[in-house]
């Protein structure tokens, strides 16, 4: 029942495609399915106190080293149920970011197409946060960038700044999965953690530069991105 060839079946052999689905049944699960439903009144405990269904490498399709990337990759394991993707980010070519395995023949894909899909596709199975984990290897400008596009694709939904009380208190605890229902959370290094301070000023003082001498336009949509105070969502 778990081969798709109608010919490997009456011959009684299992294909790549049906070994796969074979493995994957949940028939063959080392736990109880039942256990993994998600019971309501148990997840009023800080967002730190669970395991998280997360994703490595999201946007590969296949070889980490010369396999293609798709955007749609992030689509299928969110409607999974995983709540914590990866999105390694690096300078693109034309000024905007790219999604790729870094240094390596896998191919690229935009970094705004992936913000998109992952707002369309957060909340389908799920309404549990979703943890964006970055690796952010992109300059201060492009940074700005990505910022800029969480902020205009996500509004609301983007974690921002402390929500509750309790979050000022020096021994405050992570929110819970309840009190963070339908929101995007991201993790990324600090900036100080990335570059040192001579790297900082010198690409502040070019990002000045460019945003008095030029306007900087969606290479999707044409439109104008506001120079909005989207800072905070890099280094904090």
């Known amino acids: 029942r778990h081969e798709p060839n109608r010919e490997n079946r009456l011959n009684k052999v299992l294909s790549f495609e049906g070994f796969s689905r074979y493995l994957l049944d949940k028939e063959n699960y080392a736990f109880i399915n039942e256990h993994t439903k998600v019971n309501e009144q148990e997840m009023d405990y800080p967002l730190s106190y669970y395991f998280v269904a997360s994703s490595h490498n999201t946007y590969l399709t296949g070889h980490q080293l010369r396999g293609e990337s798709s955007v749609e990759m992030y689509r299928e394991v969110l409607l999974s149920g995983c709540r914590c ?54 300059s ?35 929110p819970s999965p309840n009190q963070l229902k339908y929101k995007i959370l991201i993790k990324n290094k600090k900036i100080t953690n990335i570059y ?38 890099i280094h904090d």
């Not at 693109?92 to 913000?115: A, C, E, M, N, Q």
């Not at 790297?199 to 949509?221: A, C, G």
């Open 196 to 233: 040192s301070t001579t790297q900082i000023e010198k690409q502040k003082i070019q990002l000045s530069v460019n945003y008095r001498n030029s306007v900087y336009l969606s290479p999707d949509d044409n439109e104008e991105i506001e120079d909005s105070n989207d800072d905070e969502l």
């Open 140 to 174: 201060l400008i492009q940074q700005r960038h990505m910022a800029q596009t969480f902020v205009k694709v996500f509004g609301d939904k983007l974690i921002r700044k402390y929500i509750f009380d309790s979050d000022f208190n020096e021994d405050s605890l992570l």
């Open 85 to 138: 993707i990866e999105l390694d980010c690096w300078d693109g070519d034309d000024g905007y970011p790219v999604i790729y395995h870094g240094r390596t023949f896998v191919s690229k894909i935009s970094f705004k197409l992936v913000v998109e899909v992952i707002n369309e596709s957060a909340f389908l199975t799920s309404p549990y946060p979703v943890i964006l984990s970055i690796e952010n290897r992109c």
